[in-house]
């Protein structure tokens, strides 16, 4: 497992920008699919976006073309960049990570270790 800390939350109005990062411990970073989930009030976890190991991308529809997910390995950082934020992204963020395996990114049962989250509250 890898310890995650996720930071860069908080409150924005409508149409704003967020940059949320993801730090792992560890020496095998590069090893790990990182994962960016979501959970707002009285919902289940979503997925959000993802970057495995490999470098290969994946984005929920929800925010696909308005946000951008990174990963710098030199800092065992992972980064998830959302522009044209609206009230229904609200929601506690959550990163996870996993070594790398081929199974399906979005179902968050895949991944081991989890960060605490970070509050995302978008104002109208």
């Known amino acids: 497992q890898v310890s995650l800390v996720e930071s860069g939350g908080g409150l924005v109005p409508a149409g704003g920008s967020l940059r949320l990062s993801c730090v792992a411990s560890?020496?095998?970073?590069?090893?790990?699919?990182i994962g960016w989930f979501r959970q707002a009030p009285g919902k289940e976890r979503e997925f959000v976006a993802s970057v495995r190991g490999g470098g290969e991308i994946q984005y929920a529809d929800s925010v696909k073309g308005r946000s951008t997910i990174s990963r710098d390995n030199s800092k065992s950082t992972v980064y998830l960049e959302m522009n044209s934020l609206q009230p229904a992204d609200t929601a506690v963020y959550y990163c996870?990570?996993?070594?790398?395996?081929?199974?399906?990114?979005?179902?968050?049962?895949?991944?081991?270790?989890w960060g605490q989250g970070t509050q995302v509250t978008v104002s109208s």
């Open positions: 560890g020496r095998t970073f590069r090893s790990y699919d």
């Open positions: 996870a990570g996993r070594l790398k395996m081929l199974r399906s990114v979005s179902v968050p049962g895949w991944y081991d270790s």
